[in-house]
T-cell receptor, first 113, second 116 residues
Framework: SQQGEEDPQALSIQEGENATMNCSYK?????LQWYRQNSGRGLVHLILIRSNEREKHSGRLRVTLDTSKKSSSLLITASRAADTASYFCATDENTGTASKLTFGTGTRLQVTL | NAGVTQTPKFQVLKTGQSMTLQCAQD?????MSWYRQDPGMGLRLIHY???????DQGEVPNGYNVSRSTTEDFPLRLLSAAPSQTSVYFC???????????????FGPGTRLTVL
């Protein structure tokens, strides 16, 4: 079953604008990760935030985590055409031996010039 | 480092045929996994391995077999292909075996499989 659910499903913005996408999940987690997927390519890791962290930055990326609301957001500031991609959140489902990552359905971001 | 490699890039099968999707990594990662990606479904975990000789089922294991005889390789076998297995398949690896979620996953470029 899908644990992380991204919102919106699709987002279109102009270059220079900020893009915000959200991820909601159902059960408690240890960590949440965000990945980017360019069309026809594999996923690339962007950032990992632990359950005891509230905010994390990496370059133009800002991720927040609200465990009380079971949600996370990914903010891309000053977007560029090269940011056009699908973005996925991934959460863990602890099995005891190793955790399984569960991916959401993704947000498709289109950045136009 | 080549990272995670997958072969073939594209494959067309007829219903009932068998084949093996290859996955290899040269980063000495303990954890390897297979996902399938379908439109509107995100990625779903098929099987994973926490080290050589150890495999376990993911969310959608039916119709697929795996083995892990070496640290580097993690092939995915389709014993009798069905149209429902038409999908894009991704292999991923990460450093630590004990928890995928604590570690960045490195993905291969994918194999696009069509079953007629």
């Amino acid at each position: 079953s899908q644990q992380g659910e991204e919102d919106p499903q699709a987002l279109s913005i102009q270059e220079g604008e900020n893009a915000t996408m959200n991820c909601s999940y159902k059960t408690s987690i240890n960590n949440l990760q965000w990945y980017r997927q360019n069309s026809g390519r594999g996923l690339v890791h962007l950032i990992l935030i632990r359950s005891n962290e509230r905010e994390k930055h990496s370059g133009r990326l800002r991720v927040t985590l609200d465990t009380s609301k079971k949600s996370s957001s990914l903010l891309i500031t000053a977007s560029r055409a090269a940011d056009t991609a699908s973005y996925f959140c991934a959460t863990d489902e602890n099995t005891g031996t190793a955790s399984k990552l569960t991916f959401g359905t993704g947000t498709r971001l289109q950045v136009t010039l | 480092n080549a990272g995670v490699t997958q072969t073939p890039k594209f494959q067309v099968l007829k219903t009932g045929q068998s084949m093996t999707l290859q996955c290899a990594q040269d980063m000495n990662h303990e954890y390897m996994s297979w996902y399938r990606q379908d439109p509107g479904m995100g990625l779903r975990l098929i099987h994973y391995s926490v080290g050589a000789g150890i495999t376990d089922q993911g969310e959608v294991p039916n119709g697929y077999n795996v083995s892990r005889s070496t640290t580097e390789d993690f092939p995915l076998r389709l014993l009798s292909a069905a149209p429902s297995q038409t999908s894009v398949y991704f292999c991923a690896s990460s450093y630590s075996s004990w928890s995928a979620s604590y570690n960045e996953q490195f993905f291969g470029p994918g194999t696009r499989l069509t079953v007629l």
